[in-house]
């Protein structure tokens, strides 16, 4: 796709725990959330959200459990936990901090 965008390192996983603490879902919902809020400017691809995924839980950020989608499939839904709640906002802050200081360089004018 032409006007995809190359996520920073780390970036992913913010995406992922703000779009757990709007709610626990599948991983199809997440990748879905994610271009919904965007208006589609981001979109996850399988082949980086599971491994993503995969990794927050290892690390404790989510928790995962097996259930039902709304279409009646067997799906592993991920819930945000307390530690992954405090890791966003953390990295919502940095977020904050880079994007303001990335800004301040752009905005700079020639001499």
């Keep these: 796709m032409e006007n995809e965008i190359d996520l920073l390192q780390g970036t992913l996983d913010m ?8 709610g ?4 199809f ?3 879905s959330r994610i271009q919904q809020l965007s208006d589609d400017a981001l979109q996850v691809q399988q082949g980086s959200l599971y491994p993503a995924l995969r990794r927050l839980e290892y690390k404790g950020w989510i928790s995962a459990h097996w259930g039902t989608s709304e279409n009646n499939r067997r799906a592993r839904f991920y819930s945000l936990t307390a530690t992954g709640r405090r890791q966003l906002e953390k990295e919502t802050a940095n977020w904050s901090r880079i994007s303001k200081a990335i800004g301040a360089v752009l905005r700079a004018k020639e001499a």
Aim: glycine share 14%.
């Design 24 to 27: 626990q879902m599948h991983g």
């Design 15 to 22: 995406l992922i725990l703000k779009s757990l603490a709007l």
């Design 29 to 31: 919902g997440i990748s």
